[in-house]
């Protein structure tokens, strides 16, 4: 089963496709997550990625695509993947669908986390991240903080803040790039009509697990 994350920065998609993951069993593809093992470990993906990254751009199509087709064509996304960050433009969808299509494999749903827009940025501003690249834990120091501050729950690895969350340029061309080109992707899927599209909200009194939840219940109803 393909399942996809959509939503904005900062909704919980990680974390909930992260929970989903581990009950499925299936790889959580996180595009982002990619880029950034890449860029700390100083790939030339990674060198070429953070150009875009850093200010908040996407990466071009032409690199994130292929790397998605490969990531997907692995043995163990062979019964399923959740992907988190992809696609992330109507270009991406349509490349994804054909992709999939030759794997004799379809999406087959789609998830749309939805958080106030007031809460967006917020939540990207109070984001860290665990530095250790096989780890990545994502904590936000108000809503769901470490146990002990600046240190990972799982792994004792200092936390810290992404390079795009601090930079108040990269988090409004960020916003702006979800509302002309994510976003769409929402009725992209709807009118494909041969899916669900869950608009589930997310916000400060409902957080990520009882969300994921929610969605797994969805997964066991489509197998
Ligand atoms: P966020 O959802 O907070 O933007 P991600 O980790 O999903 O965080 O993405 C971080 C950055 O990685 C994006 O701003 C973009 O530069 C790049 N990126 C991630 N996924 C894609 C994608 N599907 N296409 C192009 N760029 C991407
Ligand atoms: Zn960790």
Redesign the pocket.
């Known amino acids: 089963m393909i399942i996809i994350m959509l939503g ?3 909704t919980g ?2 974390t909930v496709a992260g929970i989903i993951s581990e009950q499925t069993n299936w790889p959580q593809i ?4 990619i ?2 093992k890449n860029i700390s470990e100083k790939t030339e993906l990674g060198i070429e ?1 953070n150009k ?2 850093s200010k ?6 032409e690199i ?1 695509i292929p790397m ?1 087709a490969d990531r997907l064509s692995q043995e163990d996304a062979k019964q399923g993947a959740i992907l ?6 109507i270009k ?1 969808a349509q490349k994804l669908d054909e992709i999939l299509k030759d794997m004799g494999k379809q999406v087959d749903l789609v998830v749309n986390l939805s958080t106030p827009r007031e809460e967006i940025i917020d939540r ?1 501003l109070t984001r860290v991240v665990c530095s250790n690249p096989d780890c990545k834990t994502t904590y936000n120091t108000k809503l769901h903080p470490p146990k002990v501050e600046g240190v990972c729950d799982k792994c004792g690895a200092p936390l810290k803040q992404r390079e ?2 601090s930079n108040s340029e990269a988090i409004n061309r ?1 916003l702006e ?1 979800y509302e002309n080109q994510t976003a769409p992707l929402v009725e992209y899927y709807k009118e494909k009509g041969v899916l669900r599209t869950e608009t589930v909200s997310v916000s400060i009194n409902r957080m990520g697990k009882d969300v994921a939840q929610d969605i797994i219940q969805l997964v066991k109803k489509g197998e």
């Open positions: 904005a920065q900062g998609k990680g996180s595009t982002g997550d880029f950034r990625a875009y990254m908040g751009n996407l990466v071009p199509d994130t998605v988190d960050g992809f696609p992330r433009n991406q990207m795009d969350d960020r790039i």
